[in-house]
């Protein structure tokens, strides 16, 4: 009985880690794009970081429209920061996402947006699941091991050789 009580547990956990997933799937979270100050109206700074979201995705991906996101600043203002809040951004779907992640190298390449990245919105685990994998990357390299990336192959980040 106690047996089962803990597979139970476990196989609750595990569907509830997949149900985030899967609520995740058709977000992106950007990193580094300006924050309006506070004196703006509430609707004019949204208003504004509607405009930059877009002009963002139309750098990377003309094709993808922003008419029907939903998008929020992530964490707590802080007037004291000059470091802007993340902004998690959904879309209707997941296509948008993968094609926004693939592509995000090319805001490198524009000056007004060179500062912004774009990730995947991860569970907790699985951010703690990068980490660790990044961890491992950064050891086999201290010890000699060269060509080495972290890539994604169905879905699941792993450590590759670039030499394959």
């Known amino acids: 009985m106690f047996v089962t009580i803990i597979i139970t547990i476990q196989l609750e956990e595990i569907i509830s880690e997949i149900n985030e997933r899967n609520l995740r799937k058709k977000n992106v979270i950007f990193?580094?794009?300006?924050e309006q100050?506070?004196?703006?109206?509430?609707?004019?700074?949204?208003?504004?970081?509607?405009?930059?979201?877009?002009?963002?995705?139309?750098?990377?991906c003309p094709e993808?429209?922003?008419?029907?996101?939903?998008?929020?600043?992530?964490?707590?203002?802080?007037a004291?920061?000059?470091?802007?809040?993340?902004?998690?951004?959904?879309?209707?779907?997941?296509?948008?996402?993968?094609?926004?992640?693939k592509n995000a190298s090319k805001l490198k390449q524009n000056n007004t947006f060179k500062k912004v990245s774009i990730v995947f919105d991860r569970t907790p685990k699985q951010t703690s699941?990068?980490?660790?994998?990044?961890?491992?990357?950064?050891?086999?390299?201290?010890?000699g091991e060269q060509n080495l990336k972290i890539k994604?192959?169905?879905?699941?980040?792993?450590?590759?050789?670039?030499?394959?």
Do not use: C, W
């Not at 990068?130 to 050891?139: H, I, N, S, T, W």
């Open 31 to 34: 990193f580094n794009v300006g």
């Open 37 to 60: 100050s506070s004196t703006l109206s509430k609707d004019d700074r949204i208003n504004k970081e509607r405009s930059d979201i877009s002009e963002i995705v139309n750098t990377i």
């Open 64 to 78: 993808i429209h922003t008419d029907n996101i939903s998008f929020h600043r992530l964490g707590k203002f802080n």
């Open 80 to 101: 004291n920061s000059n470091k802007p809040r993340p902004i998690k951004i959904t879309f209707p779907n997941q296509d948008p996402v993968h094609k926004l992640i």
């Open 129 to 143: 699941y990068y980490q660790e994998l990044k961890q491992q990357l950064a050891d086999r390299e201290e010890r």
């Open 152 to 164: 994604y192959v169905q879905g699941m980040p792993k450590i590759v050789s670039l030499n394959q």
